[in-house]
Structure formats: C-alpha cells, structure tokens
Nanobody, 113 residues
Framework: QGQLVESGGGSVQAGGSLKLACVMSGSFAKINAMGWYHQAPGKQRELVAAFVGGGTNYSESVKGRFTISTDTGANTVNLQMNDLKFEDTGVYYC????????WGRGTQVTVVS
C-alpha cells in the first residue's frame, strides 16, 4: 500500500517562499496523476497544481507563483510556492490518483504579515 508524506510547511511572511515535498513510499497501483491540494480554513479542498494527462495544470489563483516538479530519484513531488499571499494559508495535501486514490495527511502553511 502506497503512502504519501508531506513536509516543508511552516510560517512565512507575505511575499516569501516555501517549498513543499511529498515523498512516495510503498506500492502505488493504477496511478495516472499526482498533485497538490489546498484547504483554506473553513473551505473545501481545492486542486492547485497537478501532473495530469501528460502535462501540468495550475489553478488560476497560483498560476505564475507555484511550480510543481518531481525528483524521480527521491520519489518526491515538490511544490515551490513563491510570492505567498495571505489567502494561501491552509493545509496542503498531496494526492496520487487514477484507478486508486491516495492522500497524504497534509502540511500546514501560514502566511503572516
């Protein structure tokens, strides 16, 4: 059974940067997409960046500021977040999906003034 573990969250000033990492371990079956979701306080979880359909997709709210990448040798999917805004605050989850669906437990990002 595959596991996803996120890291890299923390508190950062507005305009600053953070890099999140999602380490994949174990066996993943029927996966054809991977991505990062953001859940702001009191709101639903939303997809912000993903590898899907052979390309990358970004939500409008993060386009130009966030970059998703992979480190194949480390079995890691990263999310580089630049020019962070207060509305980027929340929990960030890693997900791998296709025929099966895998989620990490999330990492907290807090943007402060």
């Amino acid at each position: 059974q595959g596991q996803l573990v996120e890291s890299g969250g923390g508190s950062v000033q507005a305009g600053g940067s953070l890099k999140l990492a999602c380490v994949m371990s174990g066996s993943f079956a029927k996966i054809n997409a991977m991505g990062w979701y953001h859940q702001a306080p009191g709101k639903q979880r939303e997809l912000v960046a993903a590898f899907v359909g052979g390309g990358t997709n970004y939500s409008e709210s993060v386009k130009g500021r966030f970059t998703i990448s992979t480190d194949t040798g480390a079995n890691t999917v990263n999310l580089q977040m630049n020019d962070l805004k207060f509305e980027d605050t929340g929990v960030y989850y890693c997900r791998a999906w296709g025929g099966n669906d895998y989620w990490g437990r999330g990492t907290q990002v807090t943007v402060v003034s």
